[in-house]
Structure formats: C-alpha cells, structure tokens
C-alpha cells in the first residue's frame, strides 16, 4: 500500500466518521447520509483496490477506470449544480412571499394607526379661540 493509499483511506474513514456522528445528531438527513457513506465507501473501497474501477469501466465499455471515475464526477457535479438551483429558487420564492406578507401586515398596521390618529383628532374638541359669543 502506498503512502497515498494511506492519506486517502485515512481522509475518506475521518469523513465517514464525521457523516455518521452527523447522521446520528440529525443534522443531516437519513437520504443524504446514506448517499455520502455509500459514496465514502465505494471511495474506500476504490482506494484498497485500484483496479476495481478498471474492471467496472471495461464492463460499462470504458476503456480506463481513470475515464469511468471522470465521467462519475462529471455527473456528480451536474446533478448537484442542478439540486442548488432548484433549492436556491425556492428559497428566493419562499423570501419573496415572506416579504409580501411582512409588507402587507405593516401596510394594514399603518393604516390601523392613521385611522386612529385621524379618529382622535375628529373627536376632540376645538381649542377655543379666545372669543366668547
């Protein structure tokens, strides 16, 4: 086993460590643990034995494991560009409501309190003006 063998066996175990204790917290959900270890594992798996990826690419009709393992990723880094976006556009529509709706409650607030002012200064009194009939 080589030096990198090592590193990468020791880095990909930390994160599957780090993705358990995570998992078990809840502060991650079960579906994105469960596809993070699977990915650590086949990562960990792939680092033991190297020639893993060569097979699996010649039984897909891929000439190099190197080239299966690029095309992986390029797919990866789609479909994650892909699941931000739609996230992202939700959140802004879900922030656009909300401030919809803070705008209309403070619209309706101010209007309560200008009624209110203008109710009280209908019901008072004329100051007199110093002139008695």
Known sequence: MTVFQIFLLSALSLG????A???ARRAIGRAASAFILLVLGGGIA???????TTAIAHRLGINRGTDLLLYVLVLAVVYGFIV???KLRRVRRELTVLVREIAVREAVRND???ARSVGESTTREPASSGRHE
């Open 84 to 86: 931000i976006y739609l």
């Open 112 to 114: 309560r309190n200008s």
């Open 16 to 19: 599957a460590i780090a993705v």
């Open 46 to 52: 792939f680092a033991i034995k190297p020639d893993l």
């Open 21 to 23: 204790t995570l998992a």
